[in-house]
């Protein structure tokens, strides 16, 4: 089942949610500004830069004129909810509300252009932005608000995402280097190598692999992740497995080998151990106690 549930043609811009995906595959051209819900499940999204996992607990944000493919291959049905900005949308409410701020940011030129490259990559579900997109997407399945409403919505979430973008900027500001154009390339790098990451949990990583996607040396990267996250990435690797291992284990029906799989071991006997180490017991204990306490 796939349905357009909101247009605005006034602005251009668009809501478009489907439900009933299970098995997707398909290229899109360079569009507009747009993001990428999923609901269920997760989609897989690539660009010429970086490989993007999209699911419940994030969004995918991808700037106008990126071209990028995205594959689904789910064993229950997926919800996907997708918001698309017309041309100059963003670029109108940022001159609205431009602030000295913006202008130290390089989110503004002058008084007259306004530009706003955001920041290509997955963002959680939090912050001022969560619950409007939680709010739209609600009423998108009830499908009885007029065009104006989402007028006014589409300006809303615009002004959301401006602050999200600002966000981004100061954590970039952060970053271990001295000028402020390198801080925010090294903040893309880092965090297209950790999305990159998320969407291979269930593949072996090396350093070097993961360092090649943000184009650093491995000895750079390794240092690099490290001040930015406060973890290695083997560190932060492992600790996403286990958690989508536990998630795996807690919400599906899954056999405790395919689980293993699903998150990067070949081995049941290292995903076990690994397990039982960090939680304190076996996946099948887990699976067990988990399922107790539920019921």
């Known amino acids: 089942m796939s349905f357009r549930v909101a247009h605005s043609p006034s602005l251009q811009s668009s809501v478009l949610h489907e439900r009933g995906w299970r098995r997707y595959a398909a290229q899109s051209p360079a569009g507009a500004l747009s993001i990428k819900c999923m609901y269920g499940g997760a989609a897989h999204y690539e660009t010429h830069l970086g490989r993007y996992r999209v699911d419940d607990g994030c969004f995918l944000l991808l700037n106008r004129g990126t071209p990028y493919t995205i594959a689904i291959d789910s064993p229950q049905p997926l919800e996907s909810f997708c918001i698309f900005f017309a041309p100059g949308f963003i670029e109108e409410a940022l001159r609205a509300q431009v602030t000295p701020e913006d202008r130290l940011l390089n989110l503004a030129a002058d008084g007259k252009s306004v530009t706003a490259d955001f920041f290509e990559r997955t963002y959680p579900h939090r912050g001022a932005l969560a619950p409007l997109l939680r709010r739209l997407r609600r009423e ?104 989508r291992a536990r998630h795996l284990l807690t919400a599906t029906d899954l056999p405790v080998t395919s689980v293993g799989l699903e998150v990067g071991f070949d081995s049941l006997s290292s995903f076990s151990w690994l397990f039982r180490r960090r939680t304190g017991a076996s996946p099948e204990q887990f699976r067990r106690a988990n399922r107790r306490a539920a019921n």
């Open 140 to 243: 998108s399945l009830r499908g009885q608000r007029a065009p104006e409403w989402w007028d006014e919505k589409m300006h809303r979430l615009a002004a959301r995402l401006l602050d999200a973008h600002r966000d981004a900027h100061r954590e970039a500001a952060r970053m271990p280097a001295a000028k402020p154009s390198t801080r925010a390339e090294l903040y893309r790098r880092l965090h297209r190598a950790r999305d990159y990451m998320e969407a291979s949990l269930d593949a072996p990583l090396r350093l070097h692999e993961v360092a090649g996607v943000a184009a650093m040396a491995p000895h750079h990267f390794l240092r690099a992740f490290k001040q930015a996250f406060g973890t290695t990435p083997h560190q932060y690797l492992t600790s996403r497995r286990m958690a």
